[in-house]
Protein backbone atom coordinates (compact mmCIF):
# COMPACT_ATOMS: atom_id res chain seq x y z
CA UNK A 1 0.00 0.00 0.00
CA UNK A 2 1.32 3.55 -1.11
CA UNK A 3 1.38 6.60 1.43
CA UNK A 4 -2.10 7.48 0.35
CA UNK A 5 -4.82 9.80 2.27
CA UNK A 6 -8.11 10.16 1.58
CA UNK A 7 -10.09 12.75 3.64
CA UNK A 8 -13.84 13.15 3.04
CA UNK A 9 -15.04 17.34 3.54
CA UNK A 10 -18.28 17.78 3.98
CA UNK A 11 -17.71 21.07 6.11
CA UNK A 12 -17.97 24.66 4.22
CA UNK A 13 -16.45 26.33 7.20
CA UNK A 14 -13.34 28.79 6.74
CA UNK A 15 -12.41 27.57 9.93
CA UNK A 16 -12.00 23.38 9.35
CA UNK A 17 -10.97 23.92 5.39
CA UNK A 18 -8.24 25.85 7.20
CA UNK A 19 -7.22 22.62 9.22
CA UNK A 20 -7.93 20.58 6.40
CA UNK A 21 -5.69 22.60 3.56
CA UNK A 22 -2.62 22.65 6.38
CA UNK A 23 -2.92 18.43 6.67
CA UNK A 24 -3.14 18.51 3.00
CA UNK A 25 -0.10 20.54 2.80
CA UNK A 26 2.11 19.31 5.14
CA UNK A 27 1.25 15.52 3.27
CA UNK A 28 1.97 16.88 0.00
CA UNK A 29 5.03 18.02 1.45
CA UNK A 30 6.07 14.42 2.48
CA UNK A 31 5.30 13.14 -0.90
CA UNK A 32 2.04 11.47 0.72
CA UNK A 33 -0.69 10.81 -2.09
CA UNK A 34 -3.93 13.14 -1.01
CA UNK A 35 -7.58 12.75 -2.45
CA UNK A 36 -10.02 14.78 -1.38
CA UNK A 37 -13.40 14.26 -1.60
CA UNK A 38 -16.10 17.08 -1.12
CA UNK A 39 -19.50 16.28 0.42
CA UNK A 40 -22.13 18.78 0.31
CA UNK A 41 -21.06 22.12 1.53
CA UNK A 42 -17.46 21.14 1.01
CA UNK A 43 -18.57 21.40 -3.05
CA UNK A 44 -20.21 25.07 -2.12
CA UNK A 45 -17.29 26.23 -0.35
CA UNK A 46 -15.07 25.34 -4.08
CA UNK A 47 -17.77 27.27 -6.15
CA UNK A 48 -15.97 29.91 -7.78
CA UNK A 49 -18.66 32.23 -7.01
CA UNK A 50 -18.26 30.94 -3.21
CA UNK A 51 -14.64 30.43 -2.65
CA UNK A 52 -13.32 33.86 -1.96
CA UNK A 53 -15.85 35.37 -0.23
CA UNK A 54 -16.80 32.39 2.36
CA UNK A 55 -16.20 33.95 5.43
CA UNK A 56 -18.13 31.40 7.71
CA UNK A 57 -17.37 30.07 10.84
CA UNK A 58 -18.44 27.01 13.05
CA UNK A 59 -16.65 27.60 15.83
CA UNK A 60 -16.69 30.80 18.27
CA UNK A 61 -18.29 32.73 15.34
CA UNK A 62 -17.29 36.52 17.45
CA UNK A 63 -14.26 35.62 17.26
CA UNK A 64 -14.01 35.51 13.03
CA UNK A 65 -11.97 38.89 13.24
CA UNK A 66 -9.71 37.64 15.14
CA UNK A 67 -8.87 34.89 13.35
CA UNK A 68 -8.14 36.61 9.88
CA UNK A 69 -6.17 38.73 11.96
CA UNK A 70 -3.81 36.75 13.25
CA UNK A 71 -3.59 34.68 10.09
CA UNK A 72 -2.76 37.80 8.30
CA UNK A 73 0.12 38.26 11.11
CA UNK A 74 1.19 34.89 11.12
CA UNK A 75 1.59 35.31 7.57
CA UNK A 76 -0.73 32.03 6.74
CA UNK A 77 -2.77 32.09 3.79
CA UNK A 78 -6.48 31.22 2.94
CA UNK A 79 -7.23 27.46 3.06
CA UNK A 80 -7.77 27.58 -0.42
CA UNK A 81 -4.58 28.97 -1.25
CA UNK A 82 -2.26 26.28 1.03
CA UNK A 83 -4.78 24.15 -1.24
CA UNK A 84 -3.39 25.71 -4.71
CA UNK A 85 0.44 25.35 -3.42
CA UNK A 86 -0.03 21.56 -2.41
CA UNK A 87 -1.66 20.84 -5.52
CA UNK A 88 1.38 22.40 -7.31
CA UNK A 89 4.10 20.43 -5.52
CA UNK A 90 2.14 17.27 -4.49
CA UNK A 91 -0.20 14.41 -5.71
CA UNK A 92 -3.27 16.31 -4.65
CA UNK A 93 -6.34 14.97 -6.59
CA UNK A 94 -9.97 17.12 -5.62
CA UNK A 95 -13.50 15.14 -6.15
CA UNK A 96 -16.72 16.35 -6.21
CA UNK A 97 -19.76 14.67 -5.03
CA UNK A 98 -22.17 13.76 -7.82
CA UNK A 99 -25.20 14.13 -5.50
CA UNK A 100 -23.80 17.15 -4.02
CA UNK A 101 -23.16 18.88 -7.36
CA UNK A 102 -26.64 18.08 -8.32
CA UNK A 103 -27.59 19.74 -5.47
CA UNK A 104 -26.07 23.47 -6.39
CA UNK A 105 -26.47 22.76 -9.84
CA UNK A 106 -22.75 23.20 -11.05
CA UNK A 107 -20.48 21.42 -13.24
CA UNK A 108 -16.71 20.61 -12.88
CA UNK A 109 -15.96 23.98 -14.56
CA UNK A 110 -18.45 25.89 -12.17
CA UNK A 111 -15.71 24.54 -9.27
CA UNK A 112 -12.15 25.79 -7.97
CA UNK A 113 -9.43 23.13 -8.39
CA UNK A 114 -11.99 20.66 -8.60
CA UNK A 115 -10.48 17.35 -10.69
CA UNK A 116 -13.25 15.40 -11.17
CA UNK A 117 -17.15 14.52 -10.08
CA UNK A 118 -17.52 11.27 -8.84
CA UNK A 119 -20.07 9.09 -6.77
CA UNK A 120 -19.88 7.99 -3.67
CA UNK A 121 -19.24 4.08 -4.49
CA UNK A 122 -16.02 5.34 -6.68
CA UNK A 123 -14.87 7.37 -3.47
CA UNK A 124 -15.28 4.64 -1.00
CA UNK A 125 -12.80 2.31 -3.39
CA UNK A 126 -10.45 4.60 -3.29
CA UNK A 127 -10.78 4.52 0.53
CA UNK A 128 -9.99 1.60 0.69
CA UNK A 129 -6.33 2.12 -0.58
CA UNK A 130 -5.46 4.84 1.73
CA UNK A 131 -3.87 4.11 4.85
CA UNK A 132 -4.88 7.51 6.28
CA UNK A 133 -8.65 8.22 6.16
CA UNK A 134 -10.19 11.71 7.60
CA UNK A 135 -13.70 12.87 7.80
CA UNK A 136 -13.85 16.93 8.44
Not at 30 to 56: C, P, R, S, T
Not at 95 to 111: F, G, H, Q, R, T
Amino acid sequence: MTDKMCITVATGSVDRLTGMAVLVSAAAAMDVEVEIFLQLWGVYAFKKDVINKNMNLIEFKELGPQVVEGMKRANIPPWFEMLKQAKEVGKVKIYACSAASKIWDVKLEDLEMVDEVMGAGEWLDKMKEAKINLFI
